[in-house]
């Protein structure tokens, strides 16, 4: 069983239902429902969250906004995504706090590692937004580096699908999935799970990666518990 754990959320997992909103009230409800059985005395708990359902930096500005500019407002966007999770949650009984990378101090704390470690040892749930709070990094970067500051055990990567394929599985139908795979190999092989910074991160300071599908009612859980679920990376 894990004691520290760094769960990372897309932000497409807030937008879920597809009903054409941003963020729907059935996809927080399921999320921070799934967190909380999965919560337990022993384990500490933080969250990196995307901002995608809003907001995907660069793609979306289309060579008309800045680089720098449409990263920034992608960290926003992570923010706003927080604060809708930590509602859920507090709303399921979790006490919770948001820290930004980003100073936004009528909203959230500012990220301090003493101060998140100290909330952790609470018992509290910390969701880190803003990403890293630099352009050019992606939250999967934000997740890695947030893991190694806070002495995270593993990172739980909870995706759209059921763990890590050689190859796309919408679209390749000889893809198939892996249980096990070192960083090496998931690098060398371009396996899109999550980017190679990310990555190089997590193998520099011996933090294992654990990708399963997140719509799989109790994969946190059982995750948690050190169940077998998706794909290790270590």
Not at 35 to 57: F, H, S, T, Y
Not at 122 to 136: C, E, H, L, M, Q
């Amino acid at each position: 069983m894990y004691k520290r754990v760094l769960l990372k959320l897309s932000g497409e997992a807030l937008s879920r239902c597809g009903d054409g909103r941003s963020i729907t009230p059935a996809a927080l409800t399921f999320i921070s429902e799934e967190i909380r059985k999965a919560l337990r005395p022993e384990v500490q708990l933080a969250i990196v969250i995307g901002g995608g359902n809003i907001w995907r930096g660069a793609k979306d500005g289309g060579g008309i906004i800045d680089r720098v500019v449409s990263d920034s407002m992608g960290m926003l966007a992570t923010v706003i995504n927080a604060m809708s999770l930590q509602s859920a949650l507090e709303h399921n009984g979790v006490e919770t706090r948001v820290q930004t990378a980003m100073e936004i101090s009528s909203l959230a704390e500012p990220f301090i590692r003493r101060r998140a470690v100290r909330h952790l040892e609470k018992g509290r749930v910390v969701i880190f937004a803003g990403g890293t709070g630099n352009p050019y990094f992606t939250t999967d970067s934000a997740a890695a580096l947030r893991a190694a500051e806070i002495g995270a055990d593993v990172i739980f990567k909870a995706t759209q699908v059921d763990g890590v394929y050689t190859g796309d599985p919408k679209t390749d139908k000889k893809a198939r999935k892996v249980s096990r795979i070192s960083y090496m190999e998931a690098i060398r092989k371009g396996l899109r799970f999550m980017d190679t910074s990310a990555l190089t991160i997590c193998m520099e300071n011996h933090i294992p990666i654990l990708v399963f599908s997140l719509h799989q009612a109790g994969n946190i859980r059982k995750a948690v518990a050190g169940e077998t679920v998706g794909t290790i990376i270590r």
